[in-house]
């Protein structure tokens, strides 16, 4: 099991404008500047002085975004693509997980599976991209080409439809979308507007796009990496009490023989308090830690965090934090401080 974190930035995080010169641009100019100054009599110190000036002259500023809290989790199993690469799990979606993946060197059409959390925009942005990407591309699957037989996936649901047959794309033709069932109904809500626009289409929902799979307290879900095999479980954690209502996040613990490694997702600090226990069986934390100087109220901070026994905190891989502010501990307290393109393997 390897985890690559994509986006490790809290909800309001932004990312900066950096100076950036092409490096193909230095190739080429900077070594014919130098020979011609060289040539002319020009001494190093001002070979030097020229070529500062002559960089600056060609920087441009190249924008870094801060992406959002998700993470990349591959299993040596057979994927739902066809092909020999690792079996691909997002768990949420980030601000906009079609772009954050590319620093990863992948596109939606490596990605087999989808887990969402909770309907927060910082762990659903991108979903209705993902979902229409994904469904017009006829390779997305080899077991779609041969579904499609080089038809155009609108007319072909459409012709079905016309003549009172099942129109539904197969499900070996869609990425799996997992999640508890109050929360596949809300990632639906949101993304409801964009995702019922097919043309001729009229009865659409997520499984229009997605392979959904409800998870269920208790109930695992199995996945094989390699000869070892891993039982992940949704796990309740309570993000919002706002007023009467509440968010839950779902967060996912991934169990085997020998490890168990814990993703709480968003949560309050020990709410409930059950979480406890999962802390304590667990062998690897990824927690969200709120460094803003003004508490939100709804995720658990760096300082309630230190408060913990020792043993916990070197279990801990702390993100979800503040682009600007990373936590600041020390050295050894917690196992780590996750950034973008982090991996750790289990």
């Keep these: 099991m390897k985890v690559t974190v994509i986006g490790a930035n809290s909800a309001f995080s932004v990312g900066e404008y950096k100076d950036a010169v092409p490096v193909k641009k230095l190739a080429e100019l900077i070594p014919e500047v130098s020979k011609r100054m060289k040539n002319a009599g020009a001494k190093p110190d001002e070979i030097n002085q020229y070529l500062e000036s002559f960089i600056e002259e060609h920087t441009e500023k190249l924008y870094s975004s801060a992406w959002q809290s998700n993470f990349l989790i591959e299993f040596d199993q057979r994927n739902i693509r066809g092909d020999d690469s690792p079996f691909r799990l997002v768990l949420d979606f980030g601000s906009d997980v079609r772009h954050a ?8 059409k490596d990605i087999d599976a989808y887990y969402v959390s909770h309907p927060h925009d910082d762990h659903i942005g991108g979903v209705e991209g993902i979902a229409l990407k994904t469904f017009f591309n006829p390779y997305f699957t080899k077991k779609k080409i041969a579904w499609l037989d080089g038809e155009n996936i609108i007319d072909k649901i459409t012709y079905k439809a016309a003549r009172g047959q099942l129109y539904k794309v197969p499900k070996e033709a869609k990425p799996l979308m997992l999640g508890h069932r109050d929360i596949l109904e809300a990632l639906w809500q949101s993304a409801k507007p964009g995702l019922l626009t097919l043309q001729q289409v009229r009865e659409v929902t997520l499984n229009t796009y997605f392979d959904t799979k409800e998870m269920v307290e208790n109930e695992p879900l199995i996945l094989k990496d390699g000869k070892r095999t891993w039982n992940a479980y949704i796990v309740l954690s309570m993000h919002v009490v706002s007023g009467d209502s509440t968010m839950p996040s779902y967060g996912l613990i991934f169990e085997s023989d020998e490890t168990i490694v814990f993703f709480p997702t968003d949560t309050q600090f020990m709410v409930p308090p059950q979480l406890r226990g999962h802390y304590m069986k667990s062998d690897h934390i990824f927690h969200d830690t709120e460094t803003s100087p003004f508490p939100s109220g709804v995720h658990t901070r760096l300082e309630e965090l ?6 916990l905190k070197k279990k801990m891989i702390l993100y979800h934090y503040d682009a600007t502010l990373p936590p600041n501990v020390e050295k050894g307290e917690f196992r780590d ?5 982090s991996t750790y393997e289990f």
């Design 337 to 341: 401080i996750a950034r973008a393109g």
């Design 101 to 108: 993946l590319v620093r990863t060197g992948l596109d939606f």
């Design 306 to 311: 230190r408060t913990l026994p020792a043993d």
